[in-house]
C-alpha cells in the first residue's frame, strides 16, 4: 500500500530513497526481520554519519546520511508489505528522527566557528520545517485513504494495532509528545483551517517537500561534500521563513 492513492500522488523531492527502499523491503519481507529492525539500522547509520563529520570525513557522513534516508523509508515499506502496520513503529521513527537530527546539528556546530544558539536555531528550523510538511502530508493522507497510522492531531494515546503492545505505544507516544508537541501547536496555530483545506495542489506539496527530512539529509550531505560545511547552519536557519511563505501561499488558494 502507498501512502497515497496514484491520483493524489505529487513528486515528492524528500523522497528520493523510496525505490532502493522499496527494493530492500522487498527483498527481505520473507525473513524474520521486522520493521523495527530496519529502524534500528537507521539509527546505526546515522551514528556513523556523524561519527564521521566529527572526523572531517566528509564523503562518508554524506553516503551514511543518505543511506539512513532510505533505510528510514525501507521501515515503512516493509510495514506496508508484510501489512504490519503499528504505531510502535511510527513513534520509534520520529522519536529516532528528532534525536538524530540535534545529533547531526551538534557535530556541525561542533566542527564549524557556529555558535551553540544558531545551532540549536537551526535545529529548531528544520524541526518546524518538517513538521509543516508533515502536518499537510498527513492531512492528504488521511483524507485521500492513504497510510493513516500518522494522525493529523497527536492528541491521545492511540489503540496498539494486532501485533503490538499497548505498553510500549504508552511509552513511545509519551516521548513523542515531550519532543514533537511544541513544534505540532506552533504549526496547528500559525495554519488552523489546512485540516479543513479541500486545495493542497500538487505543485505547492512539491515545494513544501523540500521541507521534508530527506530533502534536508541530501542537503546537508552536499554541502558537506562541497565544503560549505560552515554555511549549513546559516542556511537552514533563513530556509526556515519559507514556512511563512509556504502557509501564506496555502491560504491563498
Same mark, same amino acid.
Given at each position: 500500500?502507498?501512502?497515497?492513492?496514484?491520483?493524489?500522488?505529487?513528486?515528492?523531492?524528500?523522497?528520493?530513497?523510496?525505490?532502493?527502499?522499496?527494493?530492500?523491503?522487498?527483498?527481505?519481507?520473507?525473513?524474520?526481520?521486522?520493521?523495527?529492525?530496519?529502524?534500528?539500522?537507521?539509527?546505526?547509520? !546515522?551514528?556513523?554519519?556523524?561519527?564521521?563529520?566529527?572526523?572531517?570525513?566528509?564523503?562518508?557522513? !554524506?553516503?551514511?546520511?543518505?543511506?539512513?534516508?532510505?533505510?528510514?523509508?525501507?521501515?515503512?515499506?516493509?510495514?506496508?508489505?508484510?501489512?504490519?502496520?503499528?504505531?510502535?513503529? %511510527?513513534?520509534?521513527?520520529?522519536?529516532?528522527?528528532?534525536?538524530?537530527?540535534?545529533?547531526?546539528?551538534?557535530?556541525?556546530?561542533?566542527?564549524?566557528?557556529?555558535?551553540?544558539?544558531?545551532?540549536?536555531?537551526?535545529?529548531?528550523?528544520?524541526?518546524?520545517?518538517?513538521?509543516?510538511?508533515?502536518?499537510?502530508?498527513?492531512?492528504?493522507?488521511?483524507?485521500?485513504?492513504?497510510?493513516?497510522?500518522?494522525?493529523?492531531?497527536?492528541?491521545?494515546?492511540?489503540?496498539?494495532?494486532?501485533?503490538?503492545?499497548?505498553?510500549?505505544?504508552?511509552?513511545?507516544?509519551?516521548?513523542?509528545?515531550?519532543?514533537?508537541? !511544541?513544534?505540532?501547536?506552533?504549526?496547528?496555530?500559525?495554519? %488552523?483551517?489546512?485540516?479543513?483545506?479541500?486545495?493542497?495542489?500538487?505543485?505547492?506539496?512539491?515545494?513544501?517537500?523540500?521541507?521534508?527530512?530527506?530533502?534536508?539529509?541530501?542537503?546537508?550531505?552536499?554541502?558537506?561534500?562541497?565544503?560549505?560545511?560552515?554555511?549549513?547552519?546559516?542556511?537552514?536557519?533563513?530556509?526556515?521563513?519559507?514556512?511563512?511563505?509556504?502557509?501564506?501561499?496555502?491560504?491563498?488558494?
Amino acid at each position: 500500500m502507498s501512502k497515497l492513492p496514484k491520483e493524489h500522488k505529487f513528486i515528492d523531492l524528500s523522497d528520493y530513497g523510496r525505490i532502493p527502499a522499496r527494493i530492500l523491503a522487498t527483498s527481505i519481507k520473507n525473513t524474520s526481520l521486522t520493521p523495527i529492525h530496519v529502524t534500528v539500522s537507521f539509527i546505526v547509520s !546515522g551514528i556513523i554519519g556523524i561519527i564521521c563529520i566529527l572526523n572531517n570525513q566528509f564523503l562518508a557522513a !554524506g553516503f551514511f546520511l543518505i543511506l539512513k534516508s532510505v533505510l528510514d523509508a525501507a521501515d515503512g515499506e516493509l510495514a506496508r508489505i508484510k501489512k504490519t502496520p503499528s504505531y510502535t513503529g %511510527r513513534y520509534f521513527d520520529s522519536v529516532a528522527d528528532i534525536l538524530l537530527n540535534l545529533l547531526i546539528f551538534l557535530a556541525i556546530w561542533h566542527i564549524t566557528d557556529s555558535n551553540l544558539f544558531s545551532c540549536i536555531l537551526a535545529f529548531l528550523g528544520i524541526q518546524l520545517q518538517g513538521t509543516l510538511y508533515n502536518y499537510y502530508y498527513t492531512i492528504l493522507r488521511n483524507r485521500h485513504n492513504g497510510d493513516t497510522t500518522s494522525r493529523v492531531f497527536e492528541n491521545e494515546v492511540p489503540i496498539a494495532l494486532p501485533g503490538e503492545k499497548q505498553k510500549h505505544v504508552n511509552i513511545l507516544f509519551g516521548l513523542y509528545k515531550i519532543l514533537y508537541g !511544541g513544534f505540532d501547536k506552533i504549526i496547528y496555530r500559525l495554519d %488552523r483551517s489546512a485540516a479543513k483545506s479541500k486545495n493542497f495542489p500538487n505543485w505547492l506539496m512539491t515545494l513544501v517537500s523540500t521541507f521534508g527530512l530527506g530533502f534536508q539529509l541530501l542537503v546537508i550531505s552536499i554541502m558537506l561534500v562541497s565544503g560549505f560545511k560552515d554555511y549549513i547552519i546559516p542556511f537552514f536557519i533563513l530556509y526556515s521563513v519559507m514556512i511563512f511563505v509556504f502557509i501564506g501561499i496555502r491560504k491563498t488558494l
